[in-house]
């Protein structure tokens, strides 16, 4: 079965890592991730910039290497991600901002990016709001 997912939730949020979990399990069992979208506060789990203290788990760490281990398409809604300060080097320079917090393996892009993932999987699988 290939899947879809959209992250709505920071790293810190129980739905974040729950969505990172089902994903492991997806790949485990065989399916295919057509794409990660992060979108809304969910963008904030690419920033390089997060940092999470010693005696919690680093999801937004976790999200990063599963990304890259798995060579997976990993989305960030520009539009949210903007709002919230996460920037590539591009975006960083067309808005004049000295700081750079989004690293390879993300990229940034639109909602069209959700709705083509929405298109090419048998399901589109949701996490966030809590």
């Known amino acids: 079965m290939k899947f879809a997912i959209a992250v709505f939730s920071p790293s810190h949020a129980p739905s974040s890592r729950r ?10 069992g065989g ?3 057509v ?9 904030h789990s690419a920033s390089a910039n997060v940092v999470t203290p010693q ?5 937004a760490t976790q999200w990063r290497d599963f990304v890259s281990a798995h060579h ?3 989305v960030v809604c520009i539009a949210a991600a903007l709002r919230r300060g996460v920037l590539n080097a591009e975006e960083a320079a067309r808005y004049q901002r000295n700081a750079v917090n989004l690293p390879a393996p993300w990229a940034l892009s639109g909602l069209g990016q959700l709705h083509e993932a929405a298109q090419l999987a048998d399901r589109l699988v949701c996490f966030g709001g809590d």
Do not use: K, N, S
């Not at 794409?35 to 963008?43: A, N």
């Not at 005696?55 to 999801?59: A, I, K, P, S």
């Open 31 to 33: 399916h295919e991730i």
């Open 35 to 43: 794409r990660l979208f992060f979108y809304q506060d969910g963008v």
């Open 19 to 28: 969505a990172l979990l089902f994903a492991q399990a997806a790949l485990a």
């Open 72 to 74: 997976l398409d990993g």
């Open 55 to 59: 005696d919690e788990l680093d999801v």
